[in-house]
């Protein structure tokens, strides 16, 4: 497993978000980097940085 998150689409298919939370497998945000670019090499638009939104993940 490279990453686990959220990513949410609008109604037209457009990225409106992506983050880092998924409840157990806890990726930080500086894997974000790395997935940002698979998700542009598949062709996924917009999925910059700067739709990222880090999910502060708490310590156990």
Do not use: R, T
């Amino acid at each position: 497993m490279k990453y686990a998150g959220e990513i949410k689409f609008n109604n037209k298919g457009q990225l409106e978000y992506w983050n880092n939370g998924s409840g157990h497998y806890e990726p930080n945000a500086a894997q974000a980097v790395e997935i940002s670019k698979i998700f542009e090499s598949l062709g996924v638009p917009d999925a910059s940085m700067g739709k990222f939104i880090p999910v502060k993940i708490e310590p156990k």
